[in-house]
Structures are given as C-alpha cells and as structure tokens.
C-alpha cells in the first residue's frame, strides 16, 4: 500500500471510531504566520483529530494513529485491517 492508501485507510477507521475528523488550512487566521499544527483534543466529550494541511501526509498520519490507539483500540482489536495499516498501527 502507498502512504496515501494507508493515511486514508486511517481517516476512515477514525471516522468509524466516531470521532470528528476536520483538515486546517495549516495556519490561524488569514494574515497570521502562526502555523497550526495536527492534534488530538476532546472537545465536550467528542474526541476531535485536527489534521493540519501545512504537515506532511506522515506527520498526519501520526496523530491519526495516536488517536486511534489511545481512543479507539477495541475498534482495531475487532476490524480486519490490510497488514499494512495493521504494521503502522502497531498492532
């Protein structure tokens, strides 16, 4: 699998886990140069992943993978996943 399969094998077990997938233009506001980087938050109770469109496809991927493991991992243990994604998850 590519690293694109992969990061989009990612956001669709994120979106399954329920939580709220939303990309960043990369920056906060139109004239700032304060870029914004990607992360896991919880949000009233939601779990959010801000992907951050100024990061690589690898570093988004990352936070992905972090979301899942610490939030999601019944859904990995229960879901037939490519061995690819299996060996990036860790799992």
Same mark, same amino acid.
């Given at each position: 699998m590519t690293p694109q399969q992969i990061h989009d094998e990612l956001l669709t077990l994120a979106r399954d886990a329920g939580f709220d997938v939303r990309r960043s233009s990369g920056k906060?506001?139109? *004239?700032? *140069?304060?870029?914004v980087a990607s992360g896991v938050c919880r949000v009233r109770g939601s779990i959010w992943v801000i992907l951050s469109q100024a990061e690589s496809l690898e570093e988004r991927s990352d936070v992905l993978i972090e979301a899942l493991t610490v939030h999601a991992s019944s859904l990995l243990e229960d879901r037939y996943l490519p061995p690819a994604v299996r060996a990036r998850l860790g799992v």
């Open positions: 906060i506001g139109r *004239d700032s *140069d304060l870029p």
